[in-house]
Protein backbone atom coordinates (compact mmCIF):
# COMPACT_ATOMS: atom_id res chain seq x y z
CA UNK A 1 0.00 0.00 0.00
CA UNK A 2 1.43 3.27 -0.89
CA UNK A 3 1.09 6.02 1.95
CA UNK A 4 3.14 9.27 0.38
CA UNK A 5 2.58 10.11 -3.50
CA UNK A 6 6.11 10.84 -4.44
CA UNK A 7 6.90 12.87 -7.18
CA UNK A 8 5.86 11.70 -11.01
CA UNK A 9 9.75 12.82 -12.16
CA UNK A 10 10.98 10.77 -9.51
CA UNK A 11 8.54 7.37 -10.25
CA UNK A 12 9.25 7.61 -13.23
CA UNK A 13 12.95 7.64 -13.54
CA UNK A 14 12.70 4.54 -10.97
CA UNK A 15 10.52 3.12 -13.91
CA UNK A 16 12.92 3.83 -16.56
CA UNK A 17 15.31 1.92 -14.70
CA UNK A 18 13.57 -1.36 -14.46
CA UNK A 19 12.77 -0.90 -17.98
CA UNK A 20 16.04 -0.82 -18.77
CA UNK A 21 16.68 -4.18 -16.77
CA UNK A 22 18.27 -6.96 -19.29
CA UNK A 23 15.57 -8.52 -21.26
CA UNK A 24 13.24 -6.53 -19.69
CA UNK A 25 11.36 -6.19 -23.30
CA UNK A 26 10.07 -9.79 -22.67
CA UNK A 27 8.40 -8.85 -19.42
CA UNK A 28 6.52 -5.89 -21.63
CA UNK A 29 5.79 -8.78 -24.49
CA UNK A 30 4.46 -11.02 -21.47
CA UNK A 31 2.34 -7.85 -20.45
CA UNK A 32 0.95 -7.41 -23.72
CA UNK A 33 -0.11 -11.04 -24.30
CA UNK A 34 -1.78 -11.20 -20.81
CA UNK A 35 -3.61 -7.98 -21.15
CA UNK A 36 -4.45 -8.57 -24.71
CA UNK A 37 -5.04 -11.88 -25.65
CA UNK A 38 -8.76 -13.04 -25.32
CA UNK A 39 -8.66 -16.54 -24.35
CA UNK A 40 -11.68 -18.62 -25.64
CA UNK A 41 -12.80 -22.44 -26.90
CA UNK A 42 -15.17 -22.53 -29.96
CA UNK A 43 -16.85 -18.79 -29.73
CA UNK A 44 -16.24 -15.80 -27.74
CA UNK A 45 -18.32 -15.41 -24.93
CA UNK A 46 -18.89 -12.15 -23.18
CA UNK A 47 -17.10 -13.72 -20.14
CA UNK A 48 -13.94 -13.93 -22.41
CA UNK A 49 -14.03 -10.72 -22.70
CA UNK A 50 -14.64 -9.22 -18.89
CA UNK A 51 -10.80 -9.29 -18.04
CA UNK A 52 -10.12 -6.43 -21.08
CA UNK A 53 -12.20 -4.30 -18.28
CA UNK A 54 -10.16 -4.78 -16.04
CA UNK A 55 -8.42 -2.30 -13.73
CA UNK A 56 -6.02 -5.39 -13.17
CA UNK A 57 -5.11 -4.79 -17.45
CA UNK A 58 -2.28 -2.10 -18.20
CA UNK A 59 -3.74 0.56 -20.24
CA UNK A 60 -2.28 0.63 -23.26
CA UNK A 61 -0.62 4.31 -22.43
CA UNK A 62 0.89 2.39 -19.85
CA UNK A 63 2.38 -0.50 -22.45
CA UNK A 64 3.39 2.34 -24.75
CA UNK A 65 5.43 4.37 -21.90
CA UNK A 66 6.97 1.15 -20.95
CA UNK A 67 8.28 0.63 -24.34
CA UNK A 68 9.47 3.95 -24.62
CA UNK A 69 11.14 3.57 -21.62
CA UNK A 70 12.66 0.26 -22.61
CA UNK A 71 13.90 1.81 -26.11
CA UNK A 72 15.47 5.29 -24.28
CA UNK A 73 18.89 2.57 -23.30
CA UNK A 74 20.15 0.00 -25.71
CA UNK A 75 17.81 -2.67 -25.85
CA UNK A 76 18.63 -5.85 -24.20
CA UNK A 77 17.11 -9.07 -25.31
CA UNK A 78 18.40 -11.72 -23.24
CA UNK A 79 16.04 -13.95 -22.06
CA UNK A 80 15.71 -13.63 -17.96
CA UNK A 81 14.75 -16.51 -15.58
CA UNK A 82 10.93 -16.41 -15.06
CA UNK A 83 11.47 -15.47 -11.44
CA UNK A 84 13.28 -12.39 -12.97
CA UNK A 85 10.13 -11.59 -15.45
CA UNK A 86 7.60 -11.92 -12.46
CA UNK A 87 9.59 -9.46 -10.35
CA UNK A 88 9.71 -7.25 -12.94
CA UNK A 89 6.44 -7.14 -13.72
CA UNK A 90 4.51 -7.70 -10.05
CA UNK A 91 7.38 -6.58 -7.71
CA UNK A 92 8.45 -3.21 -9.70
CA UNK A 93 6.28 -2.59 -12.95
CA UNK A 94 2.81 -2.71 -11.54
CA UNK A 95 3.62 -1.11 -8.28
CA UNK A 96 5.81 1.74 -9.83
CA UNK A 97 2.56 2.28 -12.35
CA UNK A 98 0.34 2.42 -10.09
CA UNK A 99 2.40 4.98 -7.71
CA UNK A 100 2.57 7.02 -11.13
CA UNK A 101 -1.75 6.48 -10.96
CA UNK A 102 -1.62 8.52 -8.17
CA UNK A 103 0.67 10.94 -8.53
CA UNK A 104 -1.88 11.95 -11.29
CA UNK A 105 -4.79 12.55 -9.17
CA UNK A 106 -5.55 16.21 -8.31
CA UNK A 107 -5.94 16.91 -4.83
CA UNK A 108 -9.35 16.76 -3.99
CA UNK A 109 -9.45 20.43 -2.92
CA UNK A 110 -8.58 21.71 -6.73
CA UNK A 111 -11.52 20.35 -7.85
CA UNK A 112 -14.18 20.68 -4.91
CA UNK A 113 -13.06 23.99 -3.24
CA UNK A 114 -15.81 24.83 -0.79
CA UNK A 115 -14.85 28.35 -0.86
CA UNK A 116 -15.62 29.12 -4.65
CA UNK A 117 -18.84 27.31 -4.58
CA UNK A 118 -20.66 30.86 -5.70
CA UNK A 119 -17.79 31.82 -7.77
CA UNK A 120 -19.39 31.66 -11.09
CA UNK A 121 -16.16 32.16 -13.00
CA UNK A 122 -14.44 29.21 -11.36
CA UNK A 123 -13.58 26.28 -13.13
CA UNK A 124 -11.99 23.55 -11.74
CA UNK A 125 -11.11 22.56 -15.86
CA UNK A 126 -8.95 25.44 -16.14
CA UNK A 127 -6.18 23.85 -14.30
CA UNK A 128 -4.84 21.38 -16.35
CA UNK A 129 -3.71 18.95 -13.05
CA UNK A 130 -7.15 17.98 -13.17
CA UNK A 131 -6.87 16.38 -17.07
CA UNK A 132 -4.03 14.90 -16.77
CA UNK A 133 -4.91 11.30 -15.21
CA UNK A 134 -8.32 11.09 -17.34
CA UNK A 135 -6.16 12.49 -20.28
CA UNK A 136 -3.44 9.82 -19.62
CA UNK A 137 -6.32 6.87 -18.45
CA UNK A 138 -9.21 7.40 -21.20
CA UNK A 139 -10.22 5.64 -23.86
CA UNK A 140 -7.82 5.18 -27.40
CA UNK A 141 -8.49 8.49 -29.45
CA UNK A 142 -8.45 6.93 -32.67
CA UNK A 143 -8.22 3.77 -34.47
CA UNK A 144 -4.83 2.47 -34.81
CA UNK A 145 -4.56 2.39 -38.53
CA UNK A 146 -5.81 5.52 -38.35
CA UNK A 147 -2.52 6.47 -36.19
CA UNK A 148 -0.06 5.07 -38.71
CA UNK A 149 -2.21 6.52 -41.71
CA UNK A 150 -1.45 9.96 -39.96
CA UNK A 151 2.18 9.22 -38.68
CA UNK A 152 3.82 10.36 -41.79
CA UNK A 153 1.97 13.48 -41.82
CA UNK A 154 2.63 14.17 -38.10
CA UNK A 155 6.32 13.53 -37.58
CA UNK A 156 7.09 14.81 -41.65
CA UNK A 157 9.11 17.43 -39.26
CA UNK A 158 10.71 15.01 -37.11
CA UNK A 159 11.87 12.60 -39.94
CA UNK A 160 15.85 14.02 -40.19
CA UNK A 161 16.10 14.20 -36.53
CA UNK A 162 14.81 10.25 -36.54
CA UNK A 163 17.02 9.23 -39.17
CA UNK A 164 20.01 10.90 -37.10
CA UNK A 165 19.06 9.89 -33.55
CA UNK A 166 17.22 6.73 -34.14
CA UNK A 167 18.33 5.23 -37.20
CA UNK A 168 15.21 4.88 -38.72
CA UNK A 169 12.37 6.97 -40.67
CA UNK A 170 8.69 7.79 -40.05
CA UNK A 171 8.03 5.82 -43.24
CA UNK A 172 10.10 2.58 -42.04
CA UNK A 173 7.83 3.13 -38.73
CA UNK A 174 4.97 3.32 -41.50
CA UNK A 175 6.04 0.11 -43.28
CA UNK A 176 6.78 -2.04 -40.24
CA UNK A 177 3.48 -1.54 -38.56
CA UNK A 178 1.37 -1.92 -41.65
CA UNK A 179 3.10 -4.98 -42.18
CA UNK A 180 2.77 -6.08 -38.49
CA UNK A 181 -0.96 -5.38 -38.88
CA UNK A 182 -1.22 -7.57 -41.99
CA UNK A 183 0.56 -10.64 -40.83
Known amino acids: MITKVREESEIISDLAQVCASPGYIHAI???????????????????DMVHQYSMERLARTE???????????????????LNETKEYIEKKTESLLKEIHLSMLPPIGEMFDSTQI?????????????????IYYGCESAYNFQYRDLASLKYKND???LIKNKGFSVQEVVSVVTSTQKL
Open 29 to 47: AYICFRDNTIKYADTVTAD
Open 159 to 161: NEW
Open 63 to 81: ISTLIGLARKEQLNTDLPT
Open 118 to 134: NNEDFNPFDNGSVLRES
